[in-house]
């Protein structure tokens, strides 16, 4: 299977602790993008990179989110001291030059106890 | 800011029948997204439309993309229920030539009856 690969599937933690998830974009991709999907909405743009530089982040991103990518190509997303409205799907896409759009994972849900 | 709408955010339709759903944006742009998802699921893509008046089409349904209008469609053609599903646009302000972040819409989510 070559398309984006997310890690875990689903993530139950308990308020305050500590979460990585991680996410493989497709091989020939140079674009890595994290998303937020919560119930009933679209997904929301987190962050994004171009190789391994981290372009933009969205104001959605607190102090308590960071994202990584260290050899431009998988990536990781960390949830520092979890809070209950963290909980929701974390989806991970990938692109590449040639405007055909985003390539998305199966997401990690997220549930904050 | 980008907005974007769609309507109806819920449709309800007996198979067989037409119906369109609607995406509307506030900021130009020629570059817009149709995707696909399932409940529980991730998303699919389902059309990509890259310039003023460009038209796909696959199986029962069309997309179309008026960018002066600031208005996408994407029609239903005698639903079937394999259809049922919630269906986002998404807009794309990069004109770089890579799609670049998304702003998604709200959704529509389609429940075809028997």
């Known amino acids: 299977d070559t398309g984006v690969s997310q890690d875990p599937r689903h993530k139950i933690t308990k308020r305050g602790q500590n979460v990585t998830f991680r996410c493989d974009p497709i091989s020939e991709h140079n674009r890595l993008y994290w998303y937020r999907q919560t119930l009933g909405q679209g997904p929301e743009f987190l962050t994004y990179?171009?190789?391994?530089?981290?372009?933009?982040k969205s104001r959605l991103l607190s102090d308590r989110f960071s994202a990584e990518r260290p050899k431009g190509s998988f990536s990781t997303l960390e949830i520092q001291r979890t809070e209950q409205g963290d909980s929701a799907m974390y989806l991970c896409?990938?692109?590449?030059?040639?405007?055909?759009?985003?390539?998305f994972g199966s997401g990690t849900q997220l549930s904050v106890l | 800011e980008l907005k974007v709408e769609q309507n109806p955010l819920f449709l309800s339709m007996q198979e067989g029948k037409n119906y369109t759903i609607y995406c509307n944006y506030s900021?130009?742009?020629?570059?817009l997204y149709w995707y696909r998802q399932d409940p529980g699921k991730s998303l699919e893509s389902l059309f990509v439309?890259?310039?003023?008046?460009a038209v796909k089409q696959e199986g029962r349904l069309m997309a179309s993309l008026d960018t002066k209008a600031r208005l996408s469609t994407l029609h239903i053609t005698a639903a079937v229920h394999d259809l049922s599903a919630t269906y986002f646009c998404a807009v794309d302000l990069d004109n770089t030539g890579t799609a670049s972040k998304l702003t998604f819409g709200t959704g529509t989510r389609l429940q075809v009856t028997l």
């Open positions: 990179f171009q190789n391994e530089a981290q372009l933009e």
């Open positions: 900021t130009t742009s020629d570059r």
């Open positions: 439309l890259l310039s003023n008046g």
């Open positions: 896409a990938s692109s590449y030059h040639g405007g055909q759009g985003l390539f």
